[in-house]
């Protein structure tokens, strides 16, 4: 069965006591058009929009890093970043948008085919691909490296009944990402591992 904006809406807003990230607490809008919707976590330091495209999905994951305003050298030496990350990575793709060049993540979604879990499958990759795409673009300040390690851990806190290896390989099917490049994000998760939070604290 053809899954719906409805449904996808839905999955959004139905919070539930489960360990899938689409059953945190999010806050949605849909765009007047009813083209797409906009949803945000407040555990995340960046929004997803959901695009609709005839049968098909896009899910976009708006990075805040806008590229326009840089000199030519730094903007080639992104670009050829960006464009390596989408070799290695067969699910997320790093594209530019709107008109300061905002680098943003994105993938497409069969509607015909789409379920529940597929879209948090989805959902958790894409934001794990902003976790790899801060490491491809160096980027340490001190604030973007909060961000990046509050996002893995709230990744790794949804996938805390599997074993290390068992994401490493989730990390592996569902970005596209490198194994070695799994194994450091587990790797560095695991050496600051704290127990999971009691139910309730994310809201």
């Known amino acids: 069965m053809k899954a719906t904006k409805k449904d996808i809406l839905k999955w959004f807003t139905d919070e539930k006591k489960t360990d899938m990230l689409i059953d945190k607490k999010w806050a ?4 007047e058009d009813g083209n797409a919707i906009f949803a945000k976590l407040d555990e995340l330091p960046f929004g997803i929009g959901v695009e609709f495209i005839d049968s098909f999905a896009e899910l ?11 000199s030519k050298d730094e903007r080639l030496d992104i670009y050829r970043k960006l464009l390596i ?28 085919s789409l379920g529940r879990e597929e879209f948090n499958d989805a959902v958790v990759s894409i934001v794990v691909g902003a976790v790899a795409l801060q490491e491809v673009l160096g980027i340490k300040g001190e604030d973007e490296e909060e961000e990046a390690q509050r996002v893995v851990q709230f990744v790794l806190d949804a996938l805390q009944t599997k074993t290390k290896d068992e994401v490493v390989k989730m990390l592996m099917d569902k970005t596209g990402m490198k194994k070695e490049d799994a194994e450091e994000i587990v790797k560095r998760v695991q050496k600051e ?9 994310y809201g």
């Not at 976009?60 to 840089?70: D, F, I």
């Open 28 to 31: 949605v809008q849909e765009t």
């Open 60 to 70: 976009v994951l708006y990075t805040n890093v806008e590229t326009a305003t840089l």
């Open 85 to 112: 990350l989408n070799d290695e990575n067969h699910m997320v793709k790093a594209t530019l948008t709107g008109r300061n060049d905002e680098i943003a993540l994105r993938t497409d979604l069969d509607l015909k």
């Open 193 to 201: 591992w704290k127990p999971k939070p009691p139910e309730g604290m």
